[in-house]
């Protein structure tokens, strides 16, 4: 049996720490399954990937028992290239940044993002293509209007292979009614479905779609880790990006191919009705499990 329960957020900001080697042990005697690191296939792309991980020891699998906090994910070191600097890229981007992978923030105008980047600090601001050719690991975080003709703007084999993480919504420039967002897909078709055939040659996973900015990295809820809903055609893409939620601080459910966008993109209208009627905006989505 499945159920869906909305968390609130804790107050502390802070995101769980990383296991010592005693804890290592104990969770290692535990019984529980884990996966080894295979470097080439982190990325699912062809041996031109260059992966460095800094621990290549073991990745833990998704845990769902909420009293007890999962062990942390191996830290891993890619190249991000995130397409987007509003919110989204932003956050994002100092997500991936602090926890230890190299960033490029793509954008249409990278020199507003001057200011922006020498206070993060440890993060570059390119072109979109630059950002595409940058990135190992590739984030669409731009408004979902426009992610066709961003991407379209991109060489293919800039976008050739990679994992592109999709956390753009369809959101229409109308009005929400009663706090419920107007997109400008139907319940028939996604955004991702679309992008995912005009650009076969990238593998889309949706994810970090249906969570406010604000909650992204490292989310802190009392009942434990919130779930972030993913899906895409490629399950090895799937794989690297199940490890990135590991790493952020969520547990990813994997809901089946790019259809299951036409489900997972609505969570953003859903999710955002508290935030419309009630001023909510830090709560997320947790799947029970039987
Ligand atoms: N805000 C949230 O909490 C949240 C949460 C989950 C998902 N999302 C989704 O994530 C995506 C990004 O959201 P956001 O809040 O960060 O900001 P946004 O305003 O939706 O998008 C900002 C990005 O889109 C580009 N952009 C906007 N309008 C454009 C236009 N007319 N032509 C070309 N580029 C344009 C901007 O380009 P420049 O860099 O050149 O300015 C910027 O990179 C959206 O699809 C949104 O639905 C948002």
């Not at 107050?11 to 990383?18: K, R, V």
Request: charged share 20%; hydrophobic share 40%; glycine share 10%.
């Amino acid at each position: 049996m499945l159920g869906l329960a909305s968390l609130t957020a804790e107050s502390s900001p802070t995101g769980p720490s990383n296991l010592d080697a005693s804890e290592w042990s104990r969770v290692m005697s535990s019984g529980a399954r884990y996966q080894a690191v295979d470097r080439s296939a982190l990325l699912g792309t062809s041996g031109a990937l260059s992966v460095r991980l800094r621990n290549p020891r073991c990745i833990p699998p998704v845990a769902r028992d909420a009293a007890k906090p999962p062990p942390q994910p191996v830290e891993l070191s890619v190249k991000v290239g995130i397409l987007g600097s509003g919110t989204v890229g932003q956050t994002l981007a100092e997500g991936f940044a602090k926890k230890g992978h190299d960033v490029m923030v793509g954008t249409g105008s990278p020199a507003k993002l001057a200011e922006w980047a020498a206070k993060v600090g440890n993060l570059q601001v390119g072109t979109y293509e630059e950002t595409a050719a940058f990135g190992e690991l590739l984030v669409l975080a731009v408004k979902g209007s426009v992610a066709n003709v961003v991407l379209g703007g991109i060489t293919a084999e800039n976008l050739s292979g990679k994992v592109l993480i999709d956390a753009t919504n369809p959101i229409s420039d109308a009005a929400p009614e009663h706090g419920v967002l107007k997109y400008f897909t139907t319940l028939d078709s996604s955004s991702m479905e679309k992008l995912q055939r005009a650009y076969p040659w990238a593998r889309f996973v949706k994810a970090f779609n249906s969570v406010g900015a604000a909650r992204m990295v490292d989310p802190v809820y009392k009942e434990g880790r919130p779930t972030m809903f993913i899906c895409g055609d490629d399950p090895t893409a799937k794989d690297t990006v199940t490890q990135v939620l590991e790493q952020f601080g969520w547990e990813a459910a994997d809901m089946g191919p790019a259809e299951a966008a036409r489900a997972i993109e609505p969570l953003c209208m859903l999710w955002c009705i508290p935030g419309f009627i009630r001023n909510e905006w830090t709560h997320a989505f947790k799947l029970l499990h039987d």
